[in-house]
């Protein structure tokens, strides 16, 4: 069974540009969680998705957005990118509520 | 608001020796997660708790989760250099898909 993909695997970026980065679920699991790791703050929940719709949100500002298409592959974008916005965002699937999460290889976004 | 504490956060210690991580949280929980992760990679899942007095084991590595005391414990027996990596435990938050990561322990063996 693949796991989760993650594309692109490295993007660099201008400040005030806006990015999109595109996570590919396990086949048959409808739950994608995106997740930010930094040095300074570790590792932080962004939002999750389920069919098409986000259920839970963390303490983002809202130039960090998501969603998710039909076949649950998921997409996040930022806008207006900033400094600080320099991490490495993983994916992670699952199957619904109360089942582990798999991880992605995560996309490492540099922003100059 | 569930908070997770590591610690220690860094750990320098000889091959063959053994030692312990320890992972306190605040709030009751549905499970707790071990992963690794080596530098510049994603996360590999280690454990999986589901409940209290949980015990697994793998190779020198073995969890385990006490829920009435909200503490795991990840205990390394006789370490070798291939242990070498950044250890995050994790826990669920009841009722919805998100996960609380600790600090992380950055354990460094040498030979």
């Known amino acids: 069974k693949a796991g989760v993909t993650q594309t692109p695997r490295y993007l660099i970026k201008t400040r005030g540009q806006q990015v999109t980065l595109s996570c590919s679920p396990i086949?048959?699991?409808?739950?994608v969680s995106w997740y930010q790791q930094t040095p300074g703050q570790g590792l932080q929940f962004l939002f999750e998705y389920f069919s098409e719709t986000q259920r839970n949100k963390g303490n983002f500002p809202g130039r960090f957005s998501g969603r998710q298409f039909s076949n649950s592959r998921s997409e996040m974008n930022v806008s207006t990118l900033e400094l600080g916005d320099s991490a490495l965002y993983l994916c992670a699937s699952s199957l619904d509520y109360n089942n582990e999460q798999f991880f992605g290889p995560g996309t490492r976004l540099t922003v100059l | 608001e569930l908070k997770v504490e590591q610690n220690p956060l860094f750990l320098s210690m000889q091959e063959g020796k053994n030692y312990t991580i320890y992972c306190n949280y605040s709030t009751t929980s549905d499970r707790l997660y071990w992963y690794r992760q080596d530098p510049g990679k994603s996360l590999e899942s280690l454990f999986v708790?589901?409940?209290?007095?949980a015990v697994k084991q793998e190779g020198r590595l073995m969890a385990s989760l006490d829920t009435k005391a909200r503490l795991s414990t990840l205990h390394i027996t006789a370490a070798v250099h291939d242990l070498s990596a950044t250890y995050f435990c994790?826990?669920?938050?009841?009722?919805?898909?998100?996960?609380?990561f600790g600090q992380g322990t950055r354990l460094t063996i040498n030979p």
């Open positions: 708790l589901l409940s209290n007095g």
């Open positions: 994790a826990v669920d938050i009841k009722g919805a898909q998100k996960l609380v």
């Open positions: 086949s048959g699991h409808r739950s």
